[in-house]
């Protein structure tokens, strides 16, 4: 079964400390990744598709990578209102997103 | 109104009432999905529909019940739930169902309480 996880569980830094949240996968082929960035009570709010091994793709701060088996969100001089939970998820290649159960990022001033 | 809209926004029912959630999305779309979120929980699939047709029911209990009247336009029936149900329900879209381009915009969620 495919399944997705996310590390670390929960991220504090402080502001302007750069850092990277990861996302693993366990699928029989790669096809594709999103990321979508969730603040409390609120649904998740689309970020990035990346489409295939080696890709990049930038937002202001965020960063995202993607290799056969895991993707990477760069955050470089995160600010608080970077502060949210972001999540991970594979089009499974059905109708099916499977997600990962998200990083809770923090950053302090 | 723009992009995916959820009424109402708090829900707080007993196990005995009937209640209707209600998601309507303004994109064009022709996929439309409910998902749960709990704590702790990565978020679950529950229904999609495709041009108003039920593609998929991902072993939802019956005592949640989708209609999709039209692809703008999709509810959740909800009867004689227990506590567990307590939850984020979330509506999203796409503009097909499936793949890795399409990707699925969600609404701000209905917060439900079961007491």
């Known amino acids: 079964e495919d399944q997705v996880t996310q590390s670390p569980e929960a991220l504090r830094l402080q502001e302007g400390e750069s850092s990277s949240l990861n996302c693993s996968y366990t699928?029989?082929?790669?096809?594709?990744l999103f990321w979508y960035r969730q603040d409390p009570g609120k649904g998740p709010e689309f970020l990035f598709t990346?489409?295939?091994a080696g890709e990049e793709k930038e937002k202001e701060r965020l960063k995202a990578t993607l290799t056969k088996k895991e993707s990477f969100l760069h955050i470089t001089a995160p600010k608080p209102e970077d502060s949210a939970t972001y999540l991970c998820?594979?089009?499974?290649?059905?109708?099916?997103?499977?997600f990962g159960t998200g990083t809770r990022l923090q950053v302090f001033p | 109104e723009t992009g995916v809209t959820q009424t109402p926004r708090h829900l707080v029912m007993g196990m005995t009432n009937k209640k209707s959630l209600k998601c309507e999305q303004h994109?064009?779309?022709?996929?439309m999905y409910w998902y749960k979120q709990s704590a702790k929980k990565p978020l679950e699939l529950m229904f999609v529909?495709?041009?108003?047709?039920?593609?998929e029911n991902n072993s939802v209990p019956s005592r949640f019940s989708p209609e999709c009247p039209n692809s703008s336009h999709l509810f959740l029936h909800l009867h004689t739930l227990q506590p567990e149900d307590s939850a984020l329900y979330l509506c999203?879209?796409?503009?097909?169902?499936?793949?890795?381009?399409?990707?699925?915009?969600f609404g701000p969620g209905t917060r439900l309480t079961v007491l």
């Open positions: 990346l489409y295939s």
């Open positions: 529909y495709n041009f108003k047709e039920q593609t």
């Open positions: 699928v029989s082929g790669l096809r594709g």
């Open positions: 994109l064009g779309h022709n996929a």
């Open positions: 998820a594979d089009p499974s290649g059905t109708d099916k997103l499977i």
């Open positions: 999203a879209s796409s503009q097909d169902p499936g793949g890795a381009y399409n990707e699925q915009f």
